[in-house]
Each structure stands twice: as structure tokens, then as C-alpha cells.
């Protein structure tokens, strides 16, 4: 009886189709087609198509070759995808908006600076590196779930909050911990008074690895086939994941948590799964990014992870309850080639390249807040409908 009931509350709470009864669907004259008016796709779709404007107009302010952009524009959706798939799944599970990935990167960056120290060349390299960071990210994002589920309807800026509190562990442990209480072979990492690692890292043992595995060029594009693989392996299980028992569950209780405990779902234990999912797909996701950039700044590589990759899946239209694989491909694509353009547009209109840093920082947290605030006006609406 529970299956049964489940899926009909599941079926309940699926978006509604348009219906030929249902008039704000129709077009003028009352014909009954069932198509969404232009004015519901354009307050649907708003960010993105913001988005794009300013993407065509930085293109054409930057002044540089489409040959050149496409190239850069390649290589940032290999590195970073990642990363931004990574906050779906939190998100259909009622978690919001997953700020607590920074916790796992800098799961990641401990098993980065594990394979540094030992000069672990190549693939092994990477994989050992990502063997490291999972007991990491698993413990991590058990007790991300565990503190989450006491915060319920609060989980983003609890995923904040925690994010400052185990930044300051973090650097207690890399910062006093290494040749102190932790002993650390590799003397060229350590700062000269032996205690504390180096600001800086060089990745020089698995450095490209995984971009170089299978390199291909298409025309004058070099394209890292194995990178975007990477990705596109997680956008499938992540399609998969929601014809699972798993993603069903975790779909539901994004949708309704009450709901979905009446009908039998484990709602704590789920959100606890797919925090952990989440935060070991963040550790791995910061591996590739880093393998990519080549160097690691071990005090500050995770400090914006979060926050660009939350930016980057709203630009594609997703909201703090809604995401899709779609949603956060799109938003990576246009995110970073507003990031690739912004600073050429700005030294060709107005002098200095700096304009376009600033203005891309400003667009990463406006596109936060306007998205935090629309979600907080929905939810008044819909909690004043019910009433």
C-alpha cells in the first residue's frame, strides 16, 4: 500500500501539463492549443535569455575571433561541468542550494596534496588522489546531512555557515597541523620554519592527465574528449538516478517532505545519501578542475567554488527547488563565456580590463540574491494560496 500510495503522491506532485480546459494556456481567440504564451516563456526563462543577450553583446564588445572563443569556451565546460552537476542532486532533494560544496573540495585538495607530496605521476596519480578524498567526502557530507536535517527549511545558509567553520579547520590542519602533529616527508611543500604547507602547490605529476588522455582536435579546436567523458558520464547517472527507487525518493521529498513521509519514505536517510553523493561528486568534481589548472592554492583554490558553480546553474534557468542536467550544462556554457568576454569588453569600452573582473564578480552574487529572492516571494505566494 505504501508503493502504491507513493506513487501517487509522486504523480500528484509532478509539474501540471498544460490541458485544453486550462486558459492561461490558450491562445488569443480561445483556438485550444495547449502552448505556454510567449509571456509565461519569457518569465520562465528570464535569467537565461538575460544571459545570452549579454553573452552575444560581450562577444561582439570583446573584439576577439570566434576561433579563439570557442577554444576557451571548450576548455572551461571540461573543467568545470563537473562541478555544476554536482548540485543537482541536492537540489531535487529539498537541500536547496548545496553551499557545502566547499567542503568537498577541499576533500579533494587533501587527497591532491597527498599524490603532490608523493610525487604519484599520471592516472594513478589521479585515481589515487580520488581514493584519498573519498573516506574525506564521505564522512564529510554524512555529517553535512546530519546537521542539515536539524535545519530544516534553513539549508543553504547552514551550508554556508558550515562551509566557514571547516574552512578554519582546514586551515588549522595544512596550516600548524603539517610538521607538527602530522608528519610530512616532502620538505619542498613545507614553509621554511617547517611547520605549515606552502601557499602554493605545483601539480606537476598530474597536471593535464586527464586532459591529455585523449586530446582530439577538431578543425583548429583542441577538444579533451576524456574531461567532458568525465562529465558526461555524471549527467547520465544522474538521468539514471531518477528512474532508481533512490532518485524517486529523492524527488519526492524535494517536492514534499511531509508528504513523502506519510508515505513511507525515510526522509532523513535520504537527504543524508544525497548530501554524501554530493559532496564525494564535489571532491572528485575539484580534482578535475585542479588536474586542469595545473596548481593549487592550498589556502584559497575552494574558497569561490561554491559560489560560481551556484551562479553558474541558476544562469541556466534552474531555481533553489528545481534543477536539471540541461539546466546546469546550459548555465556552465553561458556563465563562463560572459567570464571569457567580460574582461576583453571591458578594456575595449571603457579602457581597462579590470571593469570586466569586477562586473563579472557582481553578476555571480546578483544572480544569487535575485534567485534567493524570487524563490522567498514564490514561496509567500504558495504558502498564501494554501491558506
Not at 49 to 69: D, E, N, T
Request: proline letters at 3%; charged letters at 15%; one cysteine or more.
Amino acid at each position: 500500500m505504501n508503493r502504491d500510495y507513493r506513487k501517487r503522491i509522486f504523480k500528484k506532485n509532478q509539474p501540471n501539463e498544460a490541458s485544453p480546459s486550462d486558459s492561461r494556456f490558450l491562445r488569443p481567440g480561445g483556438r485550444g492549443f495547449t502552448i505556454l504564451g510567449l509571456r509565461e516563456i519569457l518569465v520562465r526563462n528570464i535569467v537565461p535569455i538575460m544571459f545570452v543577450v549579454l553573452c552575444l553583446l560581450g562577444v561582439r564588445w570583446s573584439g576577439k575571433p570566434a576561433l579563439f572563443l570557442l577554444q576557451e569556451v571548450v576548455f572551461r565546460m571540461s573543467r568545470n561541468s563537473f562541478l555544476v552537476l554536482s548540485l543537482v542532486i541536492p537540489v531535487m532533494a529539498g537541500l536547496g542550494l548545496n553551499f557545502g560544496l566547499v567542503i568537498g573540495a577541499m576533500a579533494g585538495q587533501a587527497g591532491l596534496i597527498f599524490v603532490a607530496a608523493r610525487q604519484i605521476p599520471g592516472m594513478p596519480g589521479f585515481l589515487t588522489a580520488c581514493l584519498v578524498a573519498l573516506p574525506l567526502a564521505l564522512g564529510l557530507g554524512y555529517m553535512i546531512g546530519k546537521i542539515m536535517n536539524k535545519a530544516k527549511g534553513r539549508e543553504m545558509i547552514a551550508g554556508m555557515i558550515l562551509g566557514f567553520f571547516m574552512n578554519g579547520i582546514y586551515q588549522l590542519v595544512f596550516l600548524f597541523g603539517i610538521g607538527t602533529v602530522i608528519p610530512f616527508s616532502n620538505k619542498n611543500m613545507v614553509l621554511p620554519r617547517g611547520i605549515g604547507l606552502r601557499n602554493t602547490v605545483e601539480l606537476k605529476s598530474i597536471k593535464w592527465v586527464l586532459d591529455d588522455l585523449a586530446m582530439a582536435k577538431i578543425g583548429k579546436v583542441r577538444v579533451p574528449l576524456a574531461t567532458l567523458a568525465l562529465s558526461a558520464a555524471l549527467a547520465w547517472l544522474i538521468t539514471g538516478l531518477y528512474r532508481t527507487k533512490l532518485g524517486q525518493d529523492i524527488r519526492a521529498i524535494g517536492q514534499d517532505m511531509k508528504v513523502s513521509q506519510v508515505a513511507g519514505i525515510q526522509v532523513d536517510q535520504t537527504r543524508v545519501v544525497a548530501m554524501m553523493i554530493a559532496t564525494v561528486l564535489g571532491a572528485i568534481g575539484q580534482i578535475a578542475f585542479l588536474q586542469n589548472i595545473g596548481t593549487l592554492n592550498v589556502y584559497d583554490s575552494h574558497g569561490q567554488i561554491a559560489t560560481f558553480a551556484i551562479a553558474a546553474v541558476l544562469v541556466g534557468g534552474a531555481t533553489v527547488s528545481r534543477a536539471t542536467v540541461g539546466q546546469a550544462l546550459l548555465g556552465t556554457f553561458l556563465f563562463h563565456l560572459l567570464f571569457i568576454v567580460s574582461p576583453y569588453a571591458g578594456q575595449n569600452l571603457l579602457g581597462s580590463a579590470q571593469v570586466g573582473e569586477y562586473f563579472r564578480v557582481f553578476i555571480a552574487y546578483a544572480i544569487i540574491a535575485v534567485s534567493l529572492a524570487l524563490h522567498s516571494m514564490q514561496r509567500a505566494r504558495s504558502m498564501a494560496s494554501r491558506r
